[in-house]
C-alpha cells in the first residue's frame, strides 16, 4: 500500500490545468487552418501585386513571406486570446471548487485508490480511471476529461511517486 498526504495550492491545480491546455493545444489541429490562412494570405498578396501591373513571378517571394507572415499571426492570435482567460477561469474554478485545497489523504493498492478529507472520503476502484498525467509538478489521476484527483509531487517522495507510477502502470491506468 502506498499512502501520503498532500494539499494541493493554486499553484498545483494551475500546473494540472496547464498540463492539459497543453495536451489540448498539441491535439488541436492547427495545422490545417495555419495551412489554409498561409494560402489565403500569399494570394491575397499576390492578386493586390498583379492587380498594381506587377509581374506575380518577381513577387511571389514576397507574397510566401507575407503568407507565412499572416499564418503565424492568426496561430498568436488564437493562442493569445486563449491565454487571457485561461488564467481566470482556473482561478475561478479553483474558488468554486473549494475542497481542492484542504489536506487530503491518498492510499492505493491493487485494488484502487482512496482519498480521504476533512469533509469525506471516497473509494475508486482503477476500472474507474481513464488514465493518468504526469509532469514534473503534479501528477493527475483522471476518470472523466473534467474530474480528476491531484497529487503536488513536491509533496510526495520520489520513492513513493515511482511505486505510485509502477502501481498504476501495473493495474492497467495509462498513462495520457
Not at 501520503?4 to 495536451?23: C, G, H, I, L, W
Not at 489541429?29 to 498578396?45: E, H, R
Not at 473534467?146 to 492497467?172: I, K, M, T, Y
Request: glycine fraction near 6%; hydrophobic fraction near 50%.
Amino acid at each position: 500500500m502506498i499512502a501520503f498526504t498532500v494539499q494541493p495550492s493554486f499553484e498545483d491545480y494551475f500546473a494540472a490545468n496547464r498540463m492539459v491546455r497543453r495536451k489540448a493545444w498539441a491535439a488541436a489541429k492547427l495545422a490545417k487552418p495555419a495551412i489554409s490562412f498561409f494560402v489565403f494570405a500569399t494570394l491575397a498578396s499576390l492578386l493586390v501585386t498583379v492587380s498594381a501591373g506587377e509581374p506575380w513571378q518577381s513577387q511571389l517571394p514576397v507574397s510566401l513571406v507575407a503568407g507565412i507572415v499572416g499564418a503565424v499571426v492568426w496561430l498568436l492570435v488564437c493562442y493569445g486570446l486563449g491565454e487571457l482567460r485561461f488564467g481566470g477561469q482556473v482561478r475561478k474554478a479553483y474558488d468554486q471548487i473549494g475542497t481542492i485545497s484542504l489536506p487530503t489523504t491518498f492510499r492505493f493498492d491493487d485494488a484502487g485508490m482512496e482519498a480521504e478529507y476533512q469533509e469525506g472520503s471516497s473509494r475508486h476502484d482503477w476500472t474507474r480511471f481513464t488514465d493518468y498525467m504526469l509532469d514534473d509538478c503534479v501528477l493527475m489521476l483522471r476518470r472523466s476529461d473534467l474530474l480528476f484527483f491531484l497529487v503536488p509531487l513536491d509533496q510526495v517522495d520520489a520513492e513513493q511517486r515511482n511505486q505510485l507510477v509502477a502501481l498504476l502502470e501495473r493495474v492497467g491506468v495509462k498513462r495520457a
